[in-house]
């Protein structure tokens, strides 16, 4: 035998030599979820080690994750029904407790870089990520709702405004807005191609937001299509987004692929709730090494071609690899 590959795996040293993919804990943005009050930090049941956090809670869990080397977080925050109405209203009021936390966190720990979520479905009264009239989602006016609140985000601080409604020229309207303002240097993450799926699951736990009727699939897309995915990257990429994104990532790694060959953009990929949900129920079950798959998982969303993931599993992989 001439070639024998196992000669490049014979020790721990030339395993590492020939290591073709390597995660650093600088490609990780960690999700965390809000709720207004004090004193709060509850476990979310279907997400162990997740929790919603009142805001003092949260400056000290991101002061804590900026030690360990996460400085990227994403915000999603919980609203309580009765602040919640059919146009979202409360999403771009300045005094809600989502941006004045955000601006609380610019200010008190500059050096945790701070992404947002941009779509109605935490304050809408329908669950929706548009507006809900007769049963259908409105395209064009949701556009302006979304607008104000990304406006909204950008001046209590925001770095990063993600997107994640999947409604139709978003990204070019939100673009313009922002510009308009002023605020050139507030960059777009696009969730360009996020499929309608049943790993959102724990997701809508967390923060209540599930659909009050019908479903998403009329703007999230089909889990069958890919070509589909090129032309949302490629308006995405026309309309000024800074970053891609690929959300659930685990059954959608030929879409990450297929992106980082087709665009030039950095791709990123969301490890979603259902994806954590699924390895913590396993590992509390003894049916697999929840450490070992997290690695595994992390390490296949960066093989496919994702520069950024999005994973609730940021702070654990911090701490294993201080
Ligand atoms: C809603 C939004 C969702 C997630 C992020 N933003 C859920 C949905 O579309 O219903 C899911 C994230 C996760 O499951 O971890 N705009």
Redesign the pocket.
């Known amino acids: 035998m001439l070639r024998r590959p196992r000669r490049n795996r014979k020790s721990e040293v030339i395993r590492e030599l020939v290591v073709e993919t390597r995660l650093s804990k600088s490609d990780l943005i960690f ?1 965390l979820f809000m709720v207004q009050g004090t004193n709060i930090k509850q476990e979310i049941s279907s997400m162990p080690g997740i929790y919603r956090f009142s805001t003092d809670k949260l400056m000290d869990e991101i002061s804590e994750c900026v030690d360990l080397g996460i400085k990227t977080f994403c915000l ?1 925050p919980a609203f309580d029904e009765k602040y919640k109405d059919k146009y979202a209203t409360i999403s771009y009021d300045p005094d809600n407790f989502y941006l004045k936390t955000i601006a609380r966190i610019k200010k008190e720990i500059p050096q945790a870089c701070i992404m947002t ?1 941009v ?1 109605m ?1 935490p304050y809408s009264s329908d669950g929706h ?1 548009g507006i809900v009239e007769n049963g259908e989602i409105l395209n064009d006016e949701t556009l302006e709702v979304l607008g104000k609140m990304s406006l909204a985000q950008a001046k209590a601080g925001a770095d990063i405004l993600g997107p ?2 999947m409604m139709d020229g978003r990204v070019e309207h939100i673009r313009e807005m922002l510009d308009d303002e002023g605020f050139t240097k507030v960059s777009i993450m696009s969730y360009t191609a ?1 499929y309608a799926s049943a ?2 699951g ?3 736990d967390a923060l209540d ?1 599930a659909p009050k009727s019908g479903d ?1 699939k009329t703007y ?1 897309m089909n889990p069958a299509n890919v070509r589909e995915a090129l032309i949302e990257a490629e308006l995405d990429e026309m309309e000024g987004a800074d970053i891609l994104m690929v ?1 659930p990532a685990l059954s959608y790694l030929d879409i990450i692929s297929e992106l980082s060959q087709t665009s030039n953009l950095p791709i990123s990929a ?1 490890n ?3 994806e954590y949900a699924m390895i913590k129920a396993a590992h509390q079950k003894g049916w697999v090494d929840g450490e070992k798959a997290m690695l595994e998982v992390l390490l296949s969303i960066r093989r496919a071609g994702a520069k950024i993931i999005l994973t ?1 599993f940021a702070k654990e992989y911090a701490k294993l690899n201080q």
């Open positions: 999700p999603f979520d779509a479905d990520d994640s409604d996020k790993f959102y724990p997701f809508r937001s998403k999230q959300k969301y979603v709730s259902g609730y």
